[in-house]
């Protein structure tokens, strides 16, 4: 039976906008500014527009909003254009609101030609300071009362770089004692001598965000051009711009930001991570970007499942880190090969099985048949899991110690006899004895026993690096502290193991391919990873370890 899913609110906008004719299909678009790489939040923003563009047949565009010539790199374009392929969309047409700067200059003459904009000759302080607060009116300069062919000249010589950066502004003409203060003559245009990675040197004028965004709507025919909540503000000047200049009438809807805990989600705060070394790249996968989730072996499909499943939402809250990590093991389970690894070996060596014999084992690749199976190696010396054992076990410790049996994962039931300890305690070997007829598959002994432990054979395994991962700030909210947010990184975000010891079928490994490491985790190739040296990304463990730590303390 399937689930009627009710609407969210954007989507009961566009089926009552479709029913009455006002129009015939939707235009939606994702406007990243290219100044860093798409962080999770991002993701949220990119499966709503091109989720409701797939819905209603519409179309979606991809639009770089790159009015600031100086934080814009084509390295951001062309990573923000692979993060949403890699996410599963694509986009109607791929455009730069730099394409559009003749036509908002012509915009923005038509406003001057209107008697609604002016250039205003004060400095950022003046005009600061004559736009009044919350509670008070702003007031009028001397300049306001320019005229309109002293305008348009004085426009048209700040676009020939006559005057230096901050010496004029290109003023909206609304009012300066409107309620809300950023309709108080916003500024529309501003000097700034820089290159643009796309136009170049062609102009030394660029539209604020405010005369670019609903203008590159408008342009567009978008419909339903869809932001955040901090732009609700900016609604009125969105559609007070659209209406003066009769442009196609774009509309705005805001929806809450997607918040999430133990993170932070401004690209900015982000690239100070990156410049300070506090993460590797942008792609460290301990960072919130797409890429480093991609990296750390995170699947596209938990992500939208994810971005569905807190829905669209009116108020800013945050989102528990584990609501992602709950949809990735739901997908893992499907998709990951299972595999066995072993992260802190101890040597188990089987006194009856017979020196120099080696045996093939057959075991399956994961719970879904379609996976198919594999081949093992096994032998009379093995690796296992260091805490597998235990030389005084407590009470119900299924595993292996003293006089203790267990079953070796797909392989035989073995008895710990003993075990032997260095100088300094630690113990270096266990010996056991293994019971031939338990063989997996064809196991005739009648024993039954509680543990099963994985294992590698010390003939074949391969040594691997293996990278965990844990999160990459200590506070829920790194921003709502008091201190810098860098304050609360966690020292022990990155835990490096280098001699972890794998099945020999992970040599073939390509990067980002995905294993669950029986009973240790998800886990994926790292781009680092090659056939002389593996090394492996923990994506997730296989239970929530915070969830347990929180109702512990
Ligand atoms: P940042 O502060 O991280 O730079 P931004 O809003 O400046 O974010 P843009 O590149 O301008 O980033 O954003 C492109 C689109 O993604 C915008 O429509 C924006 O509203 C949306 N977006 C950005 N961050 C989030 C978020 N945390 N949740 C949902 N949507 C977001
Ligand atoms: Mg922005």
Known sequence: MSEEKSLNFIEEIIEADLQSGKYNSISTRFPPEPNG????GHAKAICLNFGLGLKYGGKTNLRFDDTNPVTEETEYVDSIKADIRWLGFTWTDELYTSDYFDTLYRYAVDLINKGLAYVDDSSAEDIAALKGTPTEPGKDNQFRSRTIAENLTLFTDMKAGKYKDGEKVLRAKIDMTHSNMLMRDPIIYRIKHAHHHRSGDKWCIYPMYDFAHGQSDS???????????????????????????GIFPSHQYEFARLNMTYTVMSKRKLLQLVNEGHVTGWDDPRMP???????????AESIRTFCDK???????????????EFCLREDLNQKALRVMAVLDPVKLIITNYEEGNTEI????????????????SFGKELWIEREDFMEAPAKKWFRLAPGNMVRLKSAYIVKCESFIKDAAGTITAIHCTYIPESRSGSDSSGI????TIHWVNAADAVTAEIRLYD?????????????????TINPNSLQIITNGLVEPSLKE????????FIRKGYFCTDKDSSPTKLVFNRTVTLKDAWAKEVKKN
């Not at 039954?448 to 543990?451: A, F």
């Not at 490994?509 to 669950?516: F, V």
Request: charged share 25%; with cysteine.
């Open 37 to 40: 790489y798409l962080h999770i």
């Open 219 to 245: 342009i567009e025919n978008i419909t339903h051009s869809i932001c955040t909540l901090e732009f609700i503000p900016h609604r009125e000047l969105y559609d007070w711009l659209i209406d003066k200049l």
């Open 289 to 299: 970007t797409l890429s480093a989730f991609r990296r750390k072996g995170y699947t």
């Open 310 to 324: 807190i829905g669209v939402a009116k108020r800013e809250n945050f989102i528990d880190l584990s609501l992602l």
């Open 361 to 376: 084992l057959s075991s399956e690749n994961g719970p879904d048949e379609a996976l198919g199976k594999r081949n093992l």
């Open 448 to 451: 039954s026993v509680k543990g």
């Open 471 to 487: 999160r990459l700030f200590t506070s829920e909210n790194p921003l709502g502290e008091a201190g810098d947010f860098k304050d």
């Open 509 to 516: 490994a390509t990067a980002e391919s995905r294993y669950q």
